[in-house]
């Protein structure tokens, strides 16, 4: 158990509405990341950290913003949530030289 | 870029079969590292097996091995003796170097391999 939880689990909002996931963890690894997964696409990565206040763009990050003020949460925020937003998101931490370990998931519909 | 070519959407196996899945990949980077996922039904990503591209064997966990050919660039994943609970969707990636020693995950598309009793 790599120790990183996702919440909320499960979200519906309305198109327009601003929405932010967050991630947790409990063993103060530097690295965080932020994936999607869509059907057809497998798992794209949308911003990732490499420590407090350090993050970066991955090749989905349009409409996304991200923050990291503590080692051990990493946020994900949808300032104006859009259809095309609807998927499920994950968090992952790297726990060691190269395994990524993966949260449980949010699955998030923006009707 | 790195791209992951998993081939074959779905497959079926009967229990207690050995069953390779493919995964094809391109890059140009000398260093990088082939992982596999399951991802059963409830969702979750599960790690199962890591081949760094200058290891000198194929990487084996339990009952999951990966055929690591660098000269085809695959890295299929073999699975012995199937079970029922082997039933779910299979990702292969690739580490993509990215700043300061992060590591992007690039994925394909996925197998959904389904287990016959």
């Known amino acids: 158990d790599a120790g990183i939880t996702q919440s909320p689990r499960h979200k519906v909002t309305e198109t327009g509405t601003p929405v932010t996931l967050r991630c947790h963890q409990t063993e103060n690894h530097r690295y965080m990341y932020w994936y999607r997964q869509d059907p057809g696409h497998g798992l794209r990565l949308i911003h990732y950290?490499?420590?407090?206040?350090?993050?970066d763009k991955g090749e989905v990050s349009d409409g996304y913003s991200v923050s990291r003020s503590k080692t051990e949460d990493f946020l994900l925020t949808l300032e104006s949530a859009t259809s095309s937003q609807t998927s499920v998101y994950f968090c992952?931490?790297?726990?060691?030289?190269?395994?990524?370990?993966f949260g449980p998931g949010t699955r998030l519909t923006v009707t | 870029a790195q791209k992951i070519t998993q081939t074959q959407p779905g497959m079926f196996v009967q229990e207690k079969e050995a069953v390779t899945l493919d995964c094809t990949y391109d890059?140009?980077?000398?260093?990088?590292?082939l992982f596999w996922y399951k991802q059963p039904s409830s969702g979750e990503m599960i790690f199962l097996i890591y081949?760094?591209?200058?290891?000198?064997q194929n990487a084996t966990e339990g009952r999951y091995s990966l055929n690591f050919q660098k000269a085809r660039k695959s890295a299929n994943l073999v699975i012995s003796a199937s079970q029922l609970g082997d039933s779910a969707m299979y990702f292969c990636?690739?580490?993509?170097?990215?700043?300061?020693?992060?590591?992007?995950?690039?994925f394909g598309q996925g197998t959904r391999l389904t287990i016959n009793p």
């Open positions: 081949q760094g591209s200058y290891d000198q």
């Open positions: 950290s490499y420590g407090v206040k350090d993050t």
């Open positions: 990636a690739m580490r993509e170097n990215r700043n300061q020693g992060a590591q992007k995950l690039v």
């Open positions: 890059t140009s980077d000398p260093s990088y590292g």
């Open positions: 992952a931490i790297r726990v060691a030289a190269y395994e990524q370990y």
